[in-house]
């Protein structure tokens, strides 16, 4: 059976958080869908609040430490990606942004993106528009039409109202963050040492 790697970013900063709760019914949606199509998927979660230190490290040094190098070796060799964050004056938080920031140049090139955020009031669901996804398409992902917005009322409304609108909401977004997985070869990150030039040639081209 063919694998698909799903990874899914959260920028949630408390525990519990909705952000994380969000990021979690997108990626068990997604998964259905894309077993429905006859994958095994693998969904490597980065809960970007256990690397904030990390992260700051990383813009000084240049660098990552070896948890945050392997949450970022996840992001990337994913087959595709769902990127969730809270809401913080009208754009993403400052976290989500920094993540995304250490990673180098044309590393998500061509990755199908599902993009989605939650917020305490449904006045700043534009700013996955305004804000989240232009960043992503500068980063030349390929972002699914359907963006997932959550806010406090859409939480908690057992089987009506905007509860129901969420599912539907999450559900549409997932079938197509699968479809476009689906349809892409398997991705891999390539390593820069596995093709050494000969030493001979080096020697030939000085």
Known sequence: MTVRKLAVVSAGLSVPSSTRLLADRLAAATRRSLESQGFRVEVEPVELRDHGHDLINNLLAGFPSGSLGKAIDG??????????????NASYSGLFKTFFDVLEAGSLAGKPVLIAATGGTARHSLALEHAMRPMFAYLRSVVVPTAVYAASEDWGKGADGDARALTERVSLAAGELATLIGDRMPSGRPDPYAEPTPFEDLLAGG
């Open 75 to 88: 992001v990337v060799g994913a087959d595709g990606l769902i990127a969730v964050s809270p809401i913080f």
